[in-house]
């Protein structure tokens, strides 16, 4: 068996391979969807001629992609960036050559080639997904991963990718998958993101998840793009102890391909979404794989700021603290709602209406920077305003005094002293 990354198909699938998907786990291409680049931005990984393809010229990425506006990472930075948090990428690797990544890709492991470290990618699904959450800011340079201090660290499991509709490359098995999973536990993964879908559960792949929630892993995982053909069951996704997550677009509605089902706890952009392409330069994306990274990216920022926080609690938080889906998520398909970064990490406890669970209490102790200086301008507006009332309360008093002071002077033909 193998596992399929959880993108959207540039093509469709015919009955017979659909069959196989959901029978025997055929694996789908993880190459980004074509026809997406656009000015400034590299070509689609899937043209490459492979993983030592040399570096060609781009320009750098000017404008502000959507998620970013929605998400402002510079806001969050003020209060998280993923500090001293390590986010395992089981995926296609990789690859430490992109200027943003460099110096955030820790020493992995490689399931494909024995000899690998996890630090190259030859799809280059697994470098997109690693910088949605890790990505460094650079001048110049609009994109950045919504955790940029977060450390990645690389599982390489797939190099699979697809070219004018054909597969090629190789994926491992889902046994190995599982072993993949229990790696990155044992070398310390804070949290676990798992952009691939398997479409039968499988006892080892099921077990290694229930290793990582049993060790205080949060584990992220892709709800899967089949929604046109009926929505068929996602794992890891709809294991226990799992946040699975589906797509939406920059209007907040659920993406066409996004699945539904009670395996969906909440949403993410995952449509038009940009990325770094490896080796260097962007492209655009679509499909669960990379909504997936966002609540990744966020129980990252929340692992910095409340190490308190079990990973369950940290699931819960993300999951009170979404947005409420558009039309109160009629059709299904988006879980809790859509993810919101700056409510899960500041939000201080109490019921949220309309949200599952209860969101765990937090101590009022790390107020939003933007209020402790608002609140700063606010007092020393009040000083001010005080200092100017003293002044004025004193020149008011003065006069007065004069006024009583003067007349009575005169009567006594006081006169100001002068020179002698």
């Known amino acids: 068996m193998s596992w399929s990354p959880a993108r959207r198909l540039p093509v469709a699938l015919p009955a017979a391979l659909t069959t196989a998907l959901l029978t025997s786990l055929a694996a789908v291409p993880a190459a980004p969807v074509t026809g997406h680049a656009g000015p400034g931005l590299a070509a689609p990984v899937a043209q490459a001629p492979g993983c030592a393809a040399p570096l060609t010229p781009v320009r750098p990425v000017a404008a502000t992609p959507w998620p970013q506006q929605r998400y402002a990472p510079e806001r969050l ?4 960036t993923g500090a001293g948090v390590t986010v395992a990428v089981v995926d296609s690797g990789v690859d430490i050559r992109h200027p943003q990544l460099a110096g955030r890709v820790l020493d992995g492991t490689d399931l494909l080639d024995p000899d690998g470290d996890g630090g190259r990618d030859c799809a280059g699904h697994g470098t997109g997904v ?3 959450i890790a990505a460094a800011p650079r001048d110049g340079v609009a994109f950045q991963g919504l955790a940029p201090g977060a450390r990645i660290l690389p599982v390489r499991v797939s190099e699979q990718q697809v070219v004018e509709g054909r597969e090629s490359g190789r994926t491992v098995s889902a046994e190995d998958f599982a072993r993949a999973i229990r790696w990155a536990v044992d070398h310390d993964a804070d949290v676990l993101n798992l952009s ?3 479409y039968a559960d499988n006892p080892a792949v099921r077990a290694a998840v229930g290793y990582a929630v049993a060790r205080d892993v949060v584990v992220v995982a892709a709800a899967g793009n089949l929604h046109d053909r009926g929505d068929p069951r996602p794992y890891p996704a709809a294991y226990e102890g799992v946040l699975g997550v589906g797509a939406v677009g920059a209007d907040g509605v659920r993406a066409p391909f996004s699945q539904t089902g009670p395996y969906v706890d909440l949403v993410a952009p995952g449509s038009d979404v940009l990325t770094a392409a490896p080796g260097q330069g962007h492209h655009r994306v679509e499909g669960t794989s990379y909504a997936t990274p966002f609540v990744a990216a ?10 308190e926080l079990a990973a369950a609690q940290v699931a819960q938080r993300i999951l009170a603290t979404a947005d409420p889906a558009p039309g109160d998520g009629r059709g299904g398909g988006y879980g809790a709602g859509v993810l ?8 201080t406890g109490g019921r949220i209406a309309g949200r599952p669970g209860q969101v765990t209490a937090l101590a009022d102790d790390r107020p939003d920077p933007a209020l402790v200086a608002q609140r700063a301008r606010r007092a020393t507006a009040r000083e001010r305003a005080l200092l100017v009332a003293a002044v004025g309360a004193a020149a008011v008093a003065s006069a007065a005094l004069l006024t009583v002071m003067a007349p009575r002077g005169a009567r006594r033909r006081w006169r100001p002293a002068g020179p002698a």
């Open 196 to 198: 691939v879908v398997l």
């Open 130 to 132: 690693a910088s949605i």
């Open 340 to 347: 919101n970064p700056y409510r899960a990490v500041t939000e």
């Open 298 to 307: 966020t129980a990252a920022l929340l692992r910095q700021y409340r190490p």
């Open 77 to 80: 930075a003020t209060l998280a």
